[in-house]
């Protein structure tokens, strides 16, 4: 077989292919798992039954639900034949008895149609014995509320590293959560057959996984439960975890009645009852030597865990290995921990823990670099890794010097001295429009960190007239996932796209696989589908050797012809051998498997190899502030990221862009706020809806939005030479929170300090406005310049 990075002549992978399902999304006649519960008969709804209390036992009564026309059962606690649990931590009970947020579904009421299920609920009497509540992560932490298990990187002696830097700072990063916000929400179809299997389909990123909960709520084995993934309208790490209860509540619906039952959350019951991203509290001291390379960081990361674990322990490790993003830091000491309190349980989210690191230091730098007297470009560039350095816990950074010369290439291509000067023309003749420019790097590992998840299978079917399907174990969230495995398995049998079908996602054809996320995607599955493509390959060529009196060595497969080589004007159709070698008894199907190699991590000490490689992008935001409102815009962006040698180039364009969009979301606009009074709806989210919970939409985009892949970046021992593309680019937005942080700066005196809240919303950019004006004020009164000494930077951003 080939090496797993080689290509062959006139691949399909590397074209320019357009989504597989595009002409059904734009018609609007893509299915999802709620429209296939409107095509089958008899399908009960299930409606949960939501608390109003944020911490407190609960006594429920739902006789009154019964006397509902249209309500068919109430499930509870006592009918569930197995484990009451949601979760793979034991932690989550699917009917709790102690309500642990505003929101917490404690039972769930099924019906005829949607409004009688959800008019039986509003009949469900609940009594709440309150508790005492923790809502914010400063309140977790004032209380000691902790959960998971506290993990610290190291390397070095950061505090003597510390006691003999030039210059020390200090401080605090404290930012928000995210909601995923996917266009379909959570939902469910289980169905139960005369067999006593169950057939579950299930908008999930993680098939495998919902079977095996679903198993144990029933207390049946795995073979008797099948799990599809037919597509997500979105997911982002929404549905890797917190889609598994949903699965069981209808599973156990169907068992209990024998009729089909749908969940579907509507989108207040989904952003009040599913986790979010991670908030984190960050206290940190750094040190620099006299020219401005870092010398040592020691910090405390805090992570918002909410009611439960979830994945917040692997996201708080994500976020300890990410925490230097590009940049060489010689001593380090980092601890993590993760608060439990009574709000969502937090989960995954695109970049998983990762974005959360690269925060910390981007923020540390933008903060600093005025006080050191260094521009923030120059400041980032000269701290960047360089060949032979390895990570703080302790992996080799492969193809370092990709940062410096990602880095060049954009800067000559955007012009970005050039526009700096512009803007800084534009700066001093504008007093109440402020303008900056700022470039920021991403180093992203990818792999998951636990090892065993880094496998993947394929089962590949060739017909005897030449067709191909394809089953993978991957999901398909509009990523384009589907088409990539579409080209590699086109073009390891030398076939045209059209010749390739694939099937939905279901683990009764593809076992044990890993959720679709961590960036790993085409990797994992692109390696097992290139695998069993290649073995039915090999057997079609000793085949086609005999059919064309050749070595089967000397037999090529492209564009759905069969020839020899040195002699393509013989030639046969892909189909004519197929049907040559189902006539000699040939096996023309094949599982394929793949495993990453080269992974190693122990989590008791965080040091290891859990990274494949890394993927390095760097972006360029320029952005535009006004002083009287602090509203601003992101005037233009340029980007250069490297994705090896694409498999899909449009597709990874289109991620590229999104993964940025949705990241100066989170960064500059996505604020989630819950109701921490002691009043009666005391941790109850406030940001419900897309009313209240601002989303970047169009307006947001900028008027120039500049993409280009970085080229000759073919990744050995990647599946055609590719890497990953879903989460990096989620943390070049980073360049539009230091652009708002620098032209907030154009309105402060020189050295100025900017600490910006983050998100870094209209509001928060105004009253940041506001403070550079006051230091502006407090230097002239004081008749001196800004002192530049080392300063503390304690005040919360």
């Known amino acids: 077989m080939s090496a797993l990075a080689d290509r062959p002549a006139n691949p399909v992978v590397g074209r320019r292919a357009v989504h597989e399902s595009a002409a059904l999304h734009v018609t609007g006649a893509a299915m999802y798992t709620d429209d296939l519960a409107a095509h089958t008969a008899g399908v009960l709804t299930a409606w949960p039954v939501q608390s109003t ?20 059962r109430v499930l509870t606690a006592a009918d569930v034949p197995g484990v009451n649990d949601a979760g793979i931590k034991h932690d989550e009970p699917l009917f709790p008895s102690e309500a642990m947020f505003y929101g917490h579904a404690l039972v769930w009421v099924l019906g005829e149609t949607q409004e009688a299920a959800r008019l039986g ?33 190291k390397r070095g002696d950061a505090a003597s590293a510390l006691a003999s830097s030039a210059h020390v700072f200090e401080g605090v990063s404290e930012f928000g959560g995210q909601e995923h916000f996917y266009l379909e929400t959570q939902a469910s179809l289980a169905l139960r057959d005369s067999e006593g299997q169950y057939f579950v389909q299930c908008s999930t990123q993680h098939p495998s996984e919902a079977q095996e909960i679903v198993a144990h709520v029933l207390d049946i084995p795995s073979n008797q439960v099948t799990v599809q993934s037919l597509r997500m309208g979105g997911g982002f790490g929404g549905k890797e ?34 986790g979010k991203r991670h908030p984190f509290h960050i ?6 030597d006299e020219s401005g390379l870092i010398q040592a960081l020691d910090a405390v990361l805090t992570c918002d865990g909410g009611w439960s674990l979830d994945l917040s322990e692997p996201v708080l490790g994500r976020a300890l290995c990410h925490l230097d993003n590009s940049y060489w830091i010689p001593n380090v000491h980092a601890q993590g921990r993760i608060t439990k309190n009574n709000k969502q349980s937090n989960t995954a989210f695109r970049g998983f823990g990762g974005p959360q690191g690269v925060f910390l230091i981007e923020d540390i730098l933008g903060r ?6 260094i521009d923030p470009m120059q400041l980032r560039e000269k701290n960047f890794y360089q060949p032979g350095q390895s990570t703080p816990y302790g992996q080799l950074i492969k193809d370092a010097d990709r940062l410096s010369t990602i ?59 030449g067709s191909v399907l394809v089953n993978h174990g991957g999901t398909e969230m509009g990523q384009g996932l589907h088409t990539k495995m579409l080209q590699v398995a086109a073009t390891a049998l030398g076939l045209e796209l059209h010749q390739v079908r694939l099937a939905p996602t279901r683990t009764d054809k593809v076992p044990n696989t890993s959720a679709t996320a961590a960036s790993s995607g085409s990797d994992l599955n692109g390696g097992a589908v290139k695998n069993a493509c290649e073995q039915i ?34 030639r046969l159709t892909f189909a004519e051998v197929a049907e040559a070698a189902y006539l000699q008894r040939v096996q023309l199907f094949a599982a394929g498997y793949y495993r990453t190699e080269g992974l190693h991590w122990d989590p008791e000490v965080m040091q290891g190899s859990p990274f494949k490689y890394f993927s390095y992008g760097c972006a360029a935001s320029e952005v535009e502030v006004d002083e009287f409102t602090g509203a601003y815009t992101v005037r233009r962006v340029d980007i250069v990221h490297d994705v090896g040698d694409s ?31 002691d009043g009666p709806h005391r941790g109850r989210l406030q940001t419900q809806s897309a009313s209240t919970y601002k989303l970047p939409s169009f307006s947001e985009m900028p008027a120039e939005f500049h993409v280009r892949l970085f080229q000759n970046a073919r990744e050995d021992g990647a599946v055609y030479g590719s890497k990953a593309v879903g989460e990096p680019p989620f943390m070049l937005a980073f360049s539009a929170r230091e652009a708002l942080r620098e032209a907030v700066a154009q309105f402060g005196p020189a050295g100025h300090v900017v600490e910006l809240g983050s998100p870094a919303t209209p509001e928060a950019v105004f009253w940041a406005v506001r403070a550079a004006q006051q230091a502006t004020a407090d230097a002239d009164d004081e008749g001196s310049p800004v002192d530049l000494a080392d300063r503390s930077l304690a005040a919360t951003t």
């Open 407 to 465: 880095w060049t290439q954009l800067r000559d291509e955007a012009d970005i001295d050039q526009r700096r000067a512009e803007i800084a023309a534009f700066n001093a003749r504008s007093p109440h429009l402020k303008r900056a420019l700022a470039m920021t790097p991403i180093k992203f590992g990818i792999s998951f960190n636990f090892a065993a998840f880094n496998q993947a299978g394929a089962l590949v079917h060739v017909y005897k007239d």
């Open 368 to 373: 600093v670099a005025p006080a050191l007297g």
């Open 121 to 153: 609920a509003e009949r469900v009497a609940v009594e709440y014995e309150p508790l005492p509540s923790l809502i914010t992560v400063q309140e977790a932490i004032d209380a000691g509320s902790f959960q998971g298990i506290a993990r610290t990187v």
């Open 647 to 677: 498999l899909s180039p449009m597709l990874d364009i289109g991620q590229i862009e999104g993964a940025y969009v949705q990241g100066v979301g989170w960064l500059t606009l996505e604020e989630l706020k819950w109701d921490a009074s």
């Open 53 to 72: 209390n944020a911490h407190a036992r609960v006594t429920i009564d739902v006789s009154g639900a019964y006397e509902v026309p249209g309500v068919v």
């Open 537 to 570: 390959r090999d057997r079609m060529a000793a085949v086609a050797g005999r059919m064309l009196g050749l070595d089967e060595r000397d037999v090529r497969f492209e564009g759905g012809y069969v020839t020899g080589l040195g002699n393509a004007e013989q």
């Open 283 to 288: 206290a940190w001291k750094v040190g620099f």
């Open 241 to 274: 975890m917190q889609s598994h209860g949903f699965a069981a509540i209808a599973a156990l619906g169907a068992k209990l009645t024998g009729r089909p039952v749908r969940v579907r959350l509507n989108r207040t019951q989904d952003i009040t009852m599913t």
